[in-house]
């Protein structure tokens, strides 16, 4: 069964340092990973999205990285701000097989404290 | 653009009662998908349709009916509400990229938060 497990759980840190959060997968085979950001009471919005042939995307302050081999990835969060108070949820697409069902992690939760 | 918009927000139901969920998105997108998610999960896909007049199951479909009509709407129907339908529900529309490594584009609505008593 394909699965996202996403790493910490929950997060608190002060407001300007950095942060790294986890996911690793088991699904396959590979198309694409995707970050998402998820504000209290809102849709979750896209961050970043790599392919299999990627092993880096940035967006802003937000770098992810692939590393397809070990099925494992990360999102680091460079000086940190009250705003990036929200989850953060990794997704895994399928390639080929005519499947288009997505495995979403259960995110993490990050806190940013003044 | 209004981007996708759900109706209604907030909604309370008895066990045994039947609504829909509306969805609307106003970017031409041919995907339109919805996903419920409940705490401690993650979001999980109820059905899928990839263009007007077709539609396909996700992973957790039972109790639940779509229709894709126009590219525009993708109702979601809950035939007999049960308690274990209480969740915040989402929906999404996205649109298919080009190029060698093309990849779903995907942008979700605010969600419906739905609680059956």
């Known amino acids: 069964k394909n699965q996202v497990e996403q790493s910490p759980q929950s997060l608190i840190i002060l407001e300007g340092k950095n942060c790294t959060l986890q996911?690793?997968?088991?699904?396959?085979?590979?198309?694409?990973l995707r970050w998402y950001k998820q504000d209290t009471g809102r849709g979750p919005v896209s961050l970043t999205i790599?392919?299999?042939?990627?092993n880096t995307k940035s967006n802003g302050r937000y770098t992810a990285t692939l590393d397809a081999d070990t099925k494992q990835s990360s999102l680091h969060i460079t000086a940190s701000q009250l705003s990036d108070s929200a989850s953060y949820i990794c997704?895994?697409?399928?390639?080929?097989?005519?499947?288009?069902?997505?495995?979403f992690g259960r995110g993490t939760s990050l806190i940013v404290h003044p | 653009n209004a981007g996708v918009t759900q109706t209604p927000k907030f909604q309370v139901l008895k066990t045994g009662q039947s609504m829909t969920l509306q969805c609307a998105q106003d970017m031409n997108h041919e995907y339109m998908s919805w996903y419920r998610q409940d705490p401690g999960m993650g979001l999980r896909l109820i059905h899928y349709s990839v263009g007007a007049g077709i539609t396909d199951q996700g992973e957790v479909p039972n109790g639940y009916n779509v229709s894709r009509s126009t590219t525009e709407d993708f109702p979601l129907r809950l035939l007999s509400a049960a308690p274990s339908q209480t969740s915040v529900y989402f929906c999404?529309?996205?649109?298919?990229?080009?190029?060698?490594?093309?990849?779903?584009?995907?942008?979700f609505g605010p969600g419906t938060r739905l609680t059956v008593l």
């Open positions: 790599m392919t299999f042939s990627e």
């Open positions: 999404a529309s996205s649109y298919r990229t080009t190029g060698p490594s093309s990849y779903n584009e995907q942008f």
């Open positions: 997704v895994v697409s399928p390639r080929g097989g005519g499947s288009y069902i997505p495995t």
């Open positions: 996911c690793n997968y088991t699904v396959s085979p590979f198309s694409n």
